[in-house]
């Protein structure tokens, strides 16, 4: 559903210590009838021999913590993060999802279209050892949108 829109070097990614950024553009109508999943990230070291016994032979699975910018608990926004401080109080996940067109539904049709805006995965190098990283983690921004922007921008490209 989505088209990319930026760098066409595909092989940029493998390049250890270079940012890579990419874009998209999606037409948010078409995910109306689209099913709606749950992700769960993880990173995998085939070097099983950081894992532990029980999983000899096998690779290691380590869980990519996520933090989801929009949380609101308690009426605030722990993930926000204005100050290099305020990631004191974040919170993180599990799992993400792309898009939500489920929770936004009710009897008279689909009433709001949660998607992510905005996907980053933050790896950093530990500077006490350049050969090892610390945890990544998955920053995602969700936005909403309503069905008489998405509706009138796909009707107004089909003209």
């Not at 930026?6 to 948010?28: I, Q």
């Not at 999983?55 to 993930?79: F, I, K, M, Q």
């Not at 929770?103 to 049709?109: A, I």
């Not at 995602?140 to 796909?154: F, N, V």
Request: charged share 25%; glycine share 6%.
């Amino acid at each position: 559903y989505c088209k990319n829109h930026g760098n066409n070097d595909r092989v940029m990614w493998l390049n250890f210590g270079v940012s890579f950024r990419d874009e998209y553009l999606c037409s948010l109508h078409t995910l109306l009838e689209k099913g709606m999943f749950f992700y769960d990230m993880f990173l995998v070291d085939s070097d099983n021999n950081s894992c532990g016994e029980l999983t000899e032979g096998r690779d290691c699975l380590y869980p990519v913590p996520v933090l989801h910018r929009n949380l609101v608990a308690d009426g605030s926004y722990p993930n926000a993060n204005y100050q290099p401080e305020d990631e004191i109080d974040d919170r993180y996940s599990r799992r993400f999802f792309l898009f939500d067109n489920m929770s936004g539904r009710s009897e008279s049709g689909t009433n709001a279209l949660r998607y992510a805006k905005a996907i980053v995965l933050q790896i950093t190098i530990q500077s006490e050892n350049r050969k090892q990283i610390y945890p990544p983690k998955l920053i995602i921004e969700y936005s909403d949108t309503s069905p008489e922007s998405w509706l009138h921008s796909a009707e107004s490209k089909s003209d």
